[in-house]
């Protein structure tokens, strides 16, 4: 597997965990779900995940 470095400019940075308590009831999944767009980190671990406008350009792989 081969991690690379992108050049892309950030439109959206989210906290993916927040997606995993989504089978709660509805108010409380609603709630989860706006913290993920508004970016926060909620009451969940951390998974950061980044949406990113085209064009995306590959810059180098990372070693791990």
Not at 29 to 41: D, M, N, P
């Amino acid at each position: 597997m081969e991690i690379y470095r992108l050049d892309a400019e950030t439109a959206h940075r989210g906290n993916f965990e927040l997606f995993k308590n989504l089978v709660r009831p509805v108010s409380s999944s609603y709630a989860l779900a706006t913290a993920y767009w508004k970016g926060e980190q909620g009451p969940a671990g951390v998974l950061w995940e980044a949406l990113v406008d085209l064009p995306v350009t590959l810059d180098e792989a990372i070693s791990f």
